[in-house]
């Protein structure tokens, strides 16, 4: 995608946004989003909008490991492997003493089948026993060690109780289960970031409703329900990766705290705390970033409530982002084409108008006191232009007008120029012009703050 953008006022720089989450601190806050673009020195043209590098997983491959990691590894492969073909892996329940010699042998029968299954133990859909050489095995496995700092003991535990409590709990089945349709607005994946990690959506202000959150977390069972619920929103997320080296083998989550009720609401803090437990213990790694969106005041009065149950290397990954930053801070991790237009972004359900096919967004930095305008050609007769802009944090004016090539001809006025509020969402217009011209976006930023403006367009032409 091409447009000329004429500056008016003084000549535009580009600048990169780069994300920057730091370390939590000893009295354990979490890090919090202080967007600061950059200064480049690049001439002021629109460009591509490109990935950043602000976060990616740590390599699987073993190339890439350090001296201790490699070993790590190879001694927690060593340890698993005896205990599968050692029948350990799992506690052993005590048999039944029958008294015939048929039913013994029965019973010899049923203990080789019983070793035969767990020979070919499996978690994620990658078989374990690392005899049988996997490829996603190694990934597998340094989940378990990064969570545990690299002690094999530890690790060794930590996956026994995860394959117990899955065995137990029949979590392999849990994505075959039907929850109904009730909590489909309570969390959901939807797109990719930048570096293709599947997106979850956990939307908290769903349980405003007093009617869901009685049906979700009134009785004890309906609680234990709403975490097999989340178990398998999980489980769907991981069917999305990639688990071999090299792969995308975690997930973005982004979790959106507007309306949501606060932690008075006993059941919901006791659902919460249940569901972070099973989530860090039983799905290590699992997670890219845990992005905190629209948070409240109370936000931080449960996050102290729930740090000393958070590991450190959990914590670090915690981005917290206020009302006003939501779209700024989403749009460091995801595409401004695969965020949702609740927040800010230019995804919309069913869009008719654009698809992935449709070209890459192109940005362009506004300088405080300046005005800027992005042309659109509209050369043949007939054809239909869309577009969608937005400007993060908005405070600008902006009009769209269509130009005839002939100066005979009169400006249409497209969008009557107005003054759009730091809560503005994303623009989406189109225009079918009657001769040639170009449609013309001016934005004027008359604030003292830099301006990210994101945009692009696409011509349907006539089929006439």
């Keep these: 995608m091409t447009a000329e953008v004429m500056a008016q006022e003084e000549t535009q720089t580009a600048e990169v946004v780069a994300a920057s989450v730091a370390e939590p ?58 205990a599968i073909l050692g029948n350990t892996l799992f506690e052993k329940e005590e048999p039944k003493k029958e008294a015939s010699a048929g039913n013994e042998e029965k019973n010899e029968a049923e203990e080789e089948k ?15 026993l690392p005899s049988k050489g996997a490829e996603g095995v190694d990934v597998v496995l340094l989940k378990f060690l990064r969570a545990r700092e690299f002690k094999v003991n530890d690790a060794f535990e930590m996956l ?31 797109g990719v970031d930048h570096e293709g990690h599947p997106v979850c959506y956990n939307i908290f202000g769903a349980f405003e409703s007093e009617e869901l959150y009685q049906k979700t977390f009134g009785t004890e069972e309906k609680r234990s329900e709403f975490l097999r619920w989340r178990c398998q929103l999980m489980e769907k997320g991981i069917q999305k990766l990639n688990l071999k080296p090299g792969g995308v083998s975690s997930l973005l989550q982004i979790n959106d705290l507007k309306n949501a009720p606060g932690p008075s609401k006993k059941e919901l803090r006791v659902a919460t705390k249940q569901t972070v437990a099973i989530l860090q213990d039983n799905y290590p790694e699992m997670v890219a970033k845990n992005i905190f969106i629209n948070v409240p005041f109370w936000y931080y009065a449960l996050n102290a409530l729930l740090s000393p149950f958070l590991t450190q290397r959990t914590k670090s990954k915690f981005v917290v982002a206020r009302p006003t930053k939501v779209t700024e801070t989403l749009t460091k991790y995801i595409p401004i084409e695969e965020i949702p237009v609740q927040y800010g972004g230019f995804k919309r359900e069913n869009d008719s108008e654009f698809s992935s096919q449709d070209g890459a967004v192109s940005e362009l930095i506004l300088k405080a006191g300046s005005t800027a305008t992005i042309e659109i050609p509209a050369l043949e007769v007939g054809n239909t232009l869309c577009w969608d802009l937005t400007v993060l944090g908005w405070e600008v004016s902006y009009k769209e007008e269509f130009v005839p090539i002939d100066e005979g001809s009169y400006t249409v006025i497209v969008q009557k120029g107005k003054k759009m509020g730091s809560q503005e969402g994303p623009v989406r217009n189109t225009f079918r012009n009657n001769e040639p011209g170009k449609v013309v976006l001016t934005i004027e930023n008359t604030s003292n703050k830099k301006k990210r403006v994101l945009y692009r367009y696409k011509t349907n032409k006539n089929s006439f």
């Design 25 to 82: 601190q000893k009295e354990e806050k979490v890090a919090e989003e202080n967007v600061e673009p950059k200064e480049s020195v690049d001439e002021a043209k629109p460009k591509m909008v490109e990935k950043s590098s602000s976060y990616k997983e740590e390599s699987n491959f073993l190339s890439d490991l350090k001296e201790f990691e490699r070993k790590a590894l190879s001694e927690l492969k060593s340890k698993l492997e005896e």
């Design 160 to 190: 026994k109780k995860t394959l117990k409590w899955r065995k137990e709990s029949k979590i392999d089945s849990v994505v075959d289960e039907d929850f109904g349709s009730d909590l489909a607005s309570a969390a959901y994946m939807n």
């Design 114 to 128: 019983r070793v035969e299954v767990e020979n070919d133990v499996c978690l994620w859909g990658v078989p374990l």
